[in-house]
């Protein structure tokens, strides 16, 4: 599913497009933004959306950097909420933005999903331990760039690549970061997370909730709907915003052990 907001009442003042790559694991609130044909992988979901009214457009998949930049190029505005991992998709979607802005002289912006596993140690195993609580308002950046010199992990190598491209094309980018997500999406398509139903059917098998260990592993989580507000808020306040190394935004609102 893909994330979405109203940006009919931005138009005049930020937005001629707006484009949201579809992702099947959040939630649509509402229809698409006006502007232009969202790009998906599926026929039976582009038969979908247009008994939604809206006329998508059917591309190969992120592996075709090619064409993931030309369709960034048509827009002012894409949120990527499609993978994490796709480094090469997201440089591609920068550099059609990029492209974008030297055609039509305007601003345009990246906002880009993450999670929260960049910045996770791993109490479990002990592996790797750093007993810290973060907030976006830290240098996420460069901690980002000393954890992945040490280990390279491929979201985190994302997060940096989004950084850092945004900063040499002259891309305004924003990073998301939210932890595990539950409730039920209102979207056309997937309509369940992963990790809140694994957990929940585990605990259904075993007649009782269960803990890993000592129960020192803990994830933050974030309802759809709150997050689904949060890209919202940033969309609308995207003018204002701090961006590049800058603009990192946590959505949580508990954990669970």
């Known amino acids: 599913m893909c994330l979405a907001t109203t940006c009919r009442a931005m138009r005049d003042r930020l937005l001629n497009n707006c ?17 232009g044909p969202p790009p998906i992988t599926a026929r039976h979901q582009a038969d979908s959306l247009k008994k939604e009214g809206i006329e998508p457009v059917v591309f190969a998949g992120f592996q075709d950097t090619v064409q993931t930049r030309q369709i960034a190029s048509d827009y002012d505005v894409i949120i990527h909420t499609a993978d994490s991992f796709a480094s090469d998709a997201c440089k591609a979607m920068i550099q059609g933005l990029a492209d974008r802005q030297q055609k039509t002289g305007k601003e ?31 240098d996420i950046y460069s901690y980002e760039c000393e954890r992945e010199a040490r280990e390279s992990y491929i979201q985190r190598k994302t997060d940096v690549a989004v950084f850092e491209t945004g900063v040499e094309l ?20 997937n309509k369940l997370s992963i990790q809140a139903p694994t957990i929940l059917r585990s605990a259904i098998k075993a007649g009782q909730a269960e803990v890993i260990g000592d129960g020192k592993a803990q994830w933050d989580h974030v309802h759809i709907a709150d997050l689904v507000l949060l890209y919202e ?13 800058q603009g990192i935004f946590f959505a949580e609102t508990g954990h669970h052990t």
């Open 19 to 35: 484009l949201v790559a579809l992702c099947l694991r959040l939630s649509c609130r509402n229809r698409l933004p006006s502007g």
């Open 108 to 138: 345009t912006h990246f906002i880009h999903t993450s999670g929260t596993s960049s910045l996770g140690d791993r109490p479990v195993t002990g592996q790797y331990l750093e007993p810290r609580t973060f907030s976006d308002k830290n």
């Open 233 to 245: 808020l940033i969309l609308s306040k995207l003018l204002k915003l701090a961006h590049g190394k």
């Open 170 to 189: 002259g891309v305004k980018t924003y990073i998301v970061m939210p932890p595990s997500i539950f409730g039920i999406g209102r979207g056309l398509f």
